[in-house]
Structures are given as C-alpha cells and as structure tokens.
C-alpha cells in the first residue's frame, strides 16, 4: 500500500509527462554532476589540437588523476547515454542504469572528500527506477545496438588507457595510442597474434581481464542484439500457431474489466483453460502467464487465433455493450457446433439489444442485484431456479 501510494503522489507530482523522458533527464543531470571534477582535470591538461589527446604525455597526466580520472569519466559518460535507452523504455538500459548509478553513489562516497549531495541525488534515482520497474519492459533492437556500443567503447577505452599505463611492461613497449589500440582490439577479440607480450605480473592481469571481458562483452552484445529478434520471432510462433493448436474445450474471455478478471481467477481456481483476448493499448490486470492475445475481440480472425471454432464459450465481458454485441455476431461466425456465446449487459436499457445478436445466454449485474434485493424484501423465495432465471437472461429467437 505504502508503495502504490509513492507512486500515486509521484504521477501526480510529474504531472502525467512521459516517465521514461522524466527518468532519462534526471540520469543525464547525475552523469553531467558525477563528471564535473573529472572534466575539470581533463581541462587542466595542456593540449593544442585533437593531436594533442593522443600524445603519450598528456595521456600520462590524464592517467595520474587515479581513481577520480578515467573511471569518472567512463560512468559519466555511460550514464549519458544509458539515457538514450530509457526513453525506449528498454530493460536492458533500466538494468545497466541502475548499476550504473549504484557505482556512481559509492564512488561519490569512497571518495577522500566525499560528494554526499550526489550520493543522496544518486540514491533518489535508484529508487525511482526499482519503484517504476514495470514501466522498462521492452526489449528493442534499439536498445541492444545502444548497450553493445556502450559496452565495446568502454572495454576499448578501458583497455588502451591500461595498455598506454602499462606501456613499459611490454615486449616491445607500449608507448603511443596506436599500439595501444592494436594490443587492444587483438586482446580483445582474442587472436592473440603475440608480436606483443606482458612481461610482468601487472601486465599479464591485465591482459588476462581484457580477454575476459572481451569474451563477455561480445558475447552480451551479441545476445542484446539478436536476442530481440529471434525473441520476438519465436513468441509470435509459440502464441500463434503452437498455441492455437492447443486451444480446444477452453473458455476465450474478451475483456479487461474488473468482472472479467475475477471470472478468469475463479475459472482457473477450478481448473479450466482459459485463453484471453484484451484489446491493444488497454491496461490489465492478468498474470504474466496467462494465455492472452493482444487484437480486437470484434474480430473473426482474433478469435479464431484464440481457438474460438474449438471453445466451449466465448465470455464477452468488455465494459461496452455494443463491443459484446459484436464480439457475439463475430464468434457465431467462426464457432463450432458446442461453443456457445455469453454476453454481458452493462446497463438494463441495453439488454433487449444484445439480445437481438441471440447469445446463448445473456446477464445484467444491474438486474440480478435489484431483484435480489426486491425479492429480500418482500420475503420471497430465492432457490436456485430462482437465482439462474435472475442471472441469466436467456436470449430467446425472434418470432417469425
């Protein structure tokens, strides 16, 4: 309760502005703070030209600023653009945000000086991404192609200022960014060619951390990419062919409402398959593990991927009367000889109308709670006869 109510006041104060835009500018204000003193130091390096960045010397003066120069500035800049994926609202990016910002928040407080305004800002972020969670559920190629650049750049990063540190550890050494970055991407991708080896202790550590990462990385970034791909491939084939072969005696449920959801607990409570048809772009409540397809209900094709012709029912229970009416006139033209049709009527004035579509049967909550509740009063009967006639307004053909 305590959490909903966070995310209540939150929606609220935001206002109802995209999240994921809202999430990305507050990660990019606390990469821009993390990096202020680490850009300071780069600015108090002496350079003429973009030359000047690859001279061994200024590299050197870089490097000397220890742990408040090159690890800065690869968080920074990671957080920068991990930005970019959370507003797709990609998982990968919420995931690769949140470690992000947690190595940010320690590094703020390991520090001799200490930054406790960041590392308070910083711990604010991490818990607006674990409370909104839900809201980066999509796994894009976008996302992926986003986390493998990040994740190549930085090992290169990583390992061509580790090799230009370790210059003189190497036979031959390693004095000027090209070797470095040679060493680095043959390291990495592990040929291994050794024209280049380390001579000491230090610089084989190294070089064994760059194979390893190397091998980690690509394989991830590979994973990130493809796995989208094939996911989504493998899921539309799974949920729609596999799926609907399997479909048959179940009960198809069209709709979200709170009524629908209850019917397909206590449905699943006693046993029944249940296979459940919600409407693109409408919010519900159903498990993760539900049968569900996302399509219009009204559709002849939609049920029939649902597995309609092999039903036993077809609920209609959106909260519109005329899309039950439709979603009856659709599954009599696709259903088999024992599947039935069941319609709700939302409002009493309406039930003459969804009965002129002739489900099989029809009810009103509107009209079994009135006379539930008349007949209470006036001390008559309610046997269970009494209940199904209340319940189920049975849909009658119309005279000739």
């Known amino acids: ?67 408040a120069g090159l690890p800065r ?6 957080l920068q653009l991990m930005a970019l994926g959370l507003i797709l609202r990609a998982r990968i990016a919420w995931a690769f945000s949140l ?44 996302a992926g192609s986003l986390f493998a650049v990040l994740s190549i750049v930085s090992l290169l990063i990583y390992a061509v200022y580790g090799s230009l540190y370790l210059g003189d550890d190497f036979q031959p050494k390693i004095h000027d960014a090209a070797t470095a970055l040679y060493f680095s991407i043959v390291s990495m991708s592990t040929v291994g060619y050794g024209d280049i080896t380390p001579q000491s202790t230090a610089a084989r550590l190294f070089s064994a951390s760059i194979i390893i990462l190397g091998i980690t990385v690509f394989a991830t970034s590979v994973s990130a990419i493809v796995g989208p791909i094939i996911g989504g491939n493998l899921k539309r084939l799974v949920k729609g062919r596999l799926s609907n072969v399997m479909r048959k005696n179940h009960i198809i449920i069209a709709g ?32 993760a593990d539900a049968d569900l397809i996302q399509g219009d209900p009204t559709d002849a094709s939609v049920l029939t991927e649902a597995g309609a012709p092999r039903a036993e029912y077809v609920l209609a229970l959106r909260d519109d009367d005329a899309e039950n009416a439709f979603i009856v006139l659709a599954a009599k033209e696709i259903a088999g000889p024992e599947t ?29 709670g009135s006379e539930i ?13 009494a209940i199904t006639r209340l319940f189920f307004a049975r849909s009658t053909q119309p005279s000739a």
């Open 373 to 385: 509740l008349l007949r209470t009063l006036s001390g008559e009967p309610l046997d269970s006869d």
């Open 256 to 287: 979200a409402t709170p009524l629908a959801q209850s019917v397909y607990e206590g449905l699943r409570r006693r046993g029944h398959n249940v296979t459940v048809v919600v409407p693109d772009g409408v919010q519900h409540g159903y498990p």
């Open 73 to 78: 500035l690869m968080l920074g800049a990671g």
């Open 1 to 67: 309760m305590k959490l909903q109510l966070i995310r209540n006041r939150l929606a609220r104060l935001l206002g109802g502005a995209p999240l994921g835009w809202i999430l990305a500018a507050l990660v990019v204000l606390d990469g821009y703070l993390f990096l202020q003193p680490g850009l300071s130091a780069v600015r108090q390096v002496p350079v003429q030209g973009w030359r000047g960045w690859l001279a061994m010397d200024n590299l050197n003066a870089l490097l000397q600023s220890g742990v």
């Open 340 to 368: 039935r049709t069941v319609a709700l009527a939302n409002t009493t004035t309406h039930l003459q109308k969804i009965k002129s579509v002739n489900p099989d049967m029809v009810f009103s909550l509107q009209l079994l």
């Open 99 to 142: 470690l992000l910002l947690i190595a940010v928040g320690t590094f703020s407080l390991w520090q001799a000086n200490g930054h406790v305004g960041l590392a308070a800002y910083t711990l604010l972020l991490v818990c607006l991404l674990v409370v909104y969670w839900r809201q980066f559920d999509r796994s894009s190629l976008a």
